[in-house]
């Protein structure tokens, strides 16, 4: 199978709950399919991430993306927009219509078998 594995970050470190788990069924998953790993980027993961992704997927693909940090002026005009959304912040603040598009550009051609959304937000 070709699996489509979308998530919010890169997983290394592999250092919380979330991430292990996730690393763990994408090395297992690997083993037998090919796995394509889509993400949001933000530019703050370390370098080693990108080349470490190859322990869990065959073909990495990142989207930038740039969230306000906390606390800041940004984050809080993000807050204030948020008040008239119907989707709760945590899942707003990862919306990004560059993802969307390589989802589609990803499954436009018919050979993804498999969509997975990673936790709530990816989908």
Known sequence: MHILWIKTELLHPVDKGGKIRTYNMLRELKRNHHVTYLTLDDGCADPSARDDAFQYCH?????????SEKFTAGFYLELARNLFSRL??????YQSGELQKKIRELASDGKIDLVVCDFLAPA
């Open 59 to 67: 073909e990495l693909v990142c989207v930038p993306h740039t969230p």
């Open 88 to 93: 709760p912040y945590a899942i707003r603040k």
